[in-house]
């Protein structure tokens, strides 16, 4: 059974920086397409970014320059590194981890990122 556990969110001043990390079990890591979605206040959803089995980071548009992905396949944990954080990130950060082979997804429990103006 894959679980994914979340941790890092809290509460922030605009500007400043937050590190989410989210760690996998119960599967291979090496499998997994791994991503960060959240969720507004308003319940919008957005996919923030995505890293690869390989490595390759995509990104929204709303956070290229400002977020970073990372994965280490050792500690079978992805991270998303926040810098220059708005008031409009705040939001429920979910991690995603999506088999290659058979596109099934499973999800974290969600880490919430606050931002204050």
């Known amino acids: 059974q894959v679980q994914l556990v979340e941790s890092g969110g809290g509460l922030v001043q605009a500007g400043g920086s937050l590190r989410l990390s989210c760690v996998v079990s119960?599967?291979?890591?090496?499998?997994?397409?791994m991503g960060w979605i959240r969720q507004t206040p308003g319940n919008q959803r957005e996919l923030v970014a995505t890293?690869?089995?390989?490595?390759?980071?995509n990104y929204a548009d709303s956070v290229k320059a400002r977020f970073t992905i990372s994965r280490d396949n050792a500690k079978k944990t992805v991270y998303l590194q926040m810098n220059s954080l708005k008031s409009e990130d705040t939001a429920v950060y979910y991690c995603?981890?999506?088999?290659?082979?058979?596109?099934?997804?499973?999800w974290g429990q969600g880490t919430q990122v606050t931002v204050s103006s």
């Open positions: 995603n981890a999506r088999i290659i082979a058979t596109s099934t997804s499973s």
């Open positions: 119960g599967i291979s890591f090496s499998r997994l397409i």
């Open positions: 890293i690869s089995d390989s490595g390759r980071a």
